[in-house]
């Protein structure tokens, strides 16, 4: 193999490489971009899933709460009802 035809295998070889690395690029650049759209997507439905556990909490809350008065509200009543019986 002579120079010229050492230097222009060694040439067609890194343009070779350079396309290659070229496409590579293109397809990394691609992927980042196609798993930043899903990851977007991921979390907004994370956003939507926290919003609607935190609703749920809130009005699970407020059925505790409204359960916990009607309790007191029957013990009282059922007091009541026995301190009339007693009177009777």
Do not use: C, P, W
């Not at 350079?18 to 590579?24: A, I, N, V, W, Y």
């Not at 990394?28 to 899903?38: D, L, T, W």
């Not at 009005?59 to 509200?73: G, M, P």
């Amino acid at each position: 193999m002579t120079d010229k035809e050492f230097q222009k295998f060694v040439i067609d070889h890194l343009v070779k490489m350079s396309e290659e690395l070229d496409k590579l690029r293109q397809n990394v650049a691609r992927i980042e971009i196609e798993h930043g759209e899903k990851l977007s997507a991921l979390f907004d439905g994370y956003k939507g899933m926290v919003e609607k556990l935190d609703d749920h909490t809130q009005r699970l809350q407020r059925i505790e709460d409204k359960l916990e008065t009607h309790e007191i509200q029957i013990k009282v009543l059922d007091a009541t009802k026995a301190n009339k019986r007693k009177v009777k």
